[in-house]
């Protein structure tokens, strides 16, 4: 990002445009992540409530300044969601602006063979997640920025967090 004039004149012209909503959305509240290890690594996950009320806090509320629309396919043992994500549009004012479909996939079946009625919706919530991240929501998370304490560290002082302790972990 451009910290001095003489960089500003060489910025092509629409970069603020462009970065308009990346910039605004791409910090994440570390109270709304968690830590978790699923043995082949270790990544944050992001609360999906906290990322539509960012939405909502950006757009407007769901249904007038964003929103998106699910199809869902089902296999014998899995079911796809696909998510397109709207948006308003600032001229128009009508929810023109799209992307997606961004697809998930989930077993429909637990280990145990028992069906998992939970699988739809967590497709969902991961293809509404990623889509999101197109926008920059949570940006920070998924370029890594996590993995780092210090940067963590600062979000807690930038967040005026009290108390900090290190996130949450789920095994």
């Known amino acids: 990002m451009p910290t001095t004039n003489s960089e500003v004149k060489t910025v092509d012209p629409n970069y603020w445009f462009n970065r308009k909503f990346w910039d605004k959305l791409k910090t ?10 699923k043995g082949w690594g270790k990544l944050t996950t992001i609360d999906p409530q906290w990322q539509i009320m960012r939405m909502t806090e950006t757009f407007g509320p769901i249904g007038w300044g964003w929103k998106h629309e699910n199809k869902f396919v089902y296999t014998d043992k899995l079911v796809f969601a696909e998510v397109t994500i709207y948006w308003r549009d600032d001229d128009t004012k009508a929810l023109t602006n799209s992307f ?3 697809s998930s996939v989930q077993n429909l079946f637990k280990t145990n063979a028992k069906l998992d009625d939970e699988a739809p919706k967590k497709a969902m919530t991961d293809a509404m997640t990623k889509a999101f991240s197109h926008l920059g929501l949570c940006a920070d998370v998924f370029m890594g920025k996590f993995d780092s304490s210090k940067y963590v560290d600062e979000l807690y002082k930038e967040f005026n967090i009290k108390g900090h302790k290190e996130v949450k972990e789920i095994k």
Not at 28 to 37: G, Q, V
């Open 28 to 37: 994440t509240d570390p109270r709304s992540t968690k830590s978790m290890n």
């Open 100 to 102: 997606g479909p961004i």
